[in-house]
C-alpha cells in the first residue's frame, strides 16, 4: 500500500504488429529451432553472471520475439527464462510494461516452487539461467520508478530462499543495485521496507554481509530508521542490523541510539523489542544481565531505554 497503485498495465504488443518487426518470429517452429540452438550451443550461457551484472542476452533472441515467447508461456523452462531476460534487460522507465509483466509471471511461477519444499527445481534452473542477471539490470532501468523497481526486490525476497540464487544475485551486482535504490528514494518507506527485506535474506554468508557492511549498508539503514518510525521499516531495519554486526563485524557506533529508539517507539510490540534486545547484546557490554537497582526500588525513569534487566525474566544469560 506504501507503494501506491498503478493503472491497470495493457497487454503486451499485438502478435501481429510483433510480427512485423521481428527478426525471428515466435512461432512454436521458432521454439523448436531456438530450442535445437540452445543444445548445441551445450548450455555456454552458465558462468555468464561472474562479477557484476552483464547482458542477459547472447543476440540470439530479439526483443519482439522475447515479448511473444513471454506472453505465450504458460511454465518455466529454457525458452521462457531466456524470453524472460530479454525482456528485462531491455527494461527502462519510459519502457517498464513488458517488465513488469515478465517481473509478475516469473514471481508467480517462482514462488509456487518456493511453497513446494519438494520441488525446488525451477529455483535452480532461474539460478543457472541469465535471468537473475537480468533482474539486475531490470532494477538499474526502472530505478526511477518506486512501483517498478519495488517488483524487482519483491521477486528477490520470494526467490533468495534458495541458497543458489541468492548467490547468483550477488555474483550479478544486486547489493550496489540496492544501495542505489535506497539512496535514490531515501523518504519512500515502501522502498526502504522492500530494500531492508531483500537484504535480509541476501546476507545469509559472512562473506556477503561483510560486503554489504564496506558497501555502506549500515549508515543506510540507519537512515531509514530516521526517515520514518513505521513499525515495519523499524522492525526489518533491526532485523539487518544485527546480520550487518554478527556476521558483517559493522562498527557499532550509533547502532545503540537508534536501536534504543525504535524499542521506545515500539515498547509494546514484542518481536520488534526481542528484535531490538538482539542488536543491544551485540553492542552493549553485559547487556541486561543485572537486575535494574531502580527497577527494584519501585521505579526506573529509563523505562524502555534501561539497559538493565527489569525482572528476573528479563535477564539475559552471560
Known sequence: ??????????????????????AVDGTPAARAAYERGGRE???????HNSGHASKAQDGNMALPQAIEG???????????LRCIATVLEHASTEHREPAERALTKLGTWLALSADRATDRRSLTRFAAS???????????????????????????????????V????????????????????VSHGGIQNICLLALS?????????????????????????????????????LCVLRILTEQGRAQRAGLQEAT?????????DE???????????????????????????????????CTYAHGPEDLRTQ
Not at 501506491?4 to 518487426?21: D, F, N
Request: proline share 5%; aromatic share 4%.
Open 1 to 22: 500500500a506504501a507503494l501506491g497503485a498503478r493503472p491497470h498495465i495493457p497487454p503486451l504488443l499485438a502478435p501481429s504488429l510483433l510480427r512485423q518487426s521481428m
Open 41 to 47: 550451443r551445450g548450455g555456454q550461457h552458465h558462468g
Open 70 to 80: 513471454l506472453e505465450d508461456a504458460t511454465e518455466l523452462d529454457d525458452y521462457s
Open 130 to 164: 541469465p535471468a537473475p542477471a537480468a533482474v539486475v539490470v531490470a532494477m538499474r532501468g526502472m530505478r526511477d520508478d518506486p512501483l517498478s523497481a519495488a517488483l524487482c526486490c519483491n521477486l528477490v525476497v520470494t526467490t533468495s530462499v534458495n541458497g543458489d
Open 166 to 185: 541468492a548467490a547468483a544475485y550477488l555474483r550479478a551486482g544486486i547489493l550496489e543495485e540496492i544501495g542505489a535504490l535506497m539512496d535514490r528514494h
Open 201 to 237: 535474506g541476501l546476507l545469509k554468508e559472512n562473506a556477503s554481509a561483510r560486503q554489504a557492511v564496506s558497501l555502506g549498508f549500515v549508515n543506510r539503514v540507519l537512515q531509514a530508521m530516521e526517515s520514518t518510525v513505521g513499525r515495519e521499516v523499524q522492525y526489518n531495519s
Open 260 to 268: 534504543l529508539r525504535a524499542k521506545v517507539a515500539h515498547a509494546n
Open 271 to 305: 518481536p520488534l523489542v526481542s528484535a531490538a534486545d538482539e542488536v543491544l547484546v551485540l553492542v552493549m557490554p553485559r547487556f541486561k544481565e543485572v537486575l535494574c537497582w531502580h527497577w527494584q526500588s519501585g521505579w526506573c525513569k529509563l523505562g524502555a531505554r
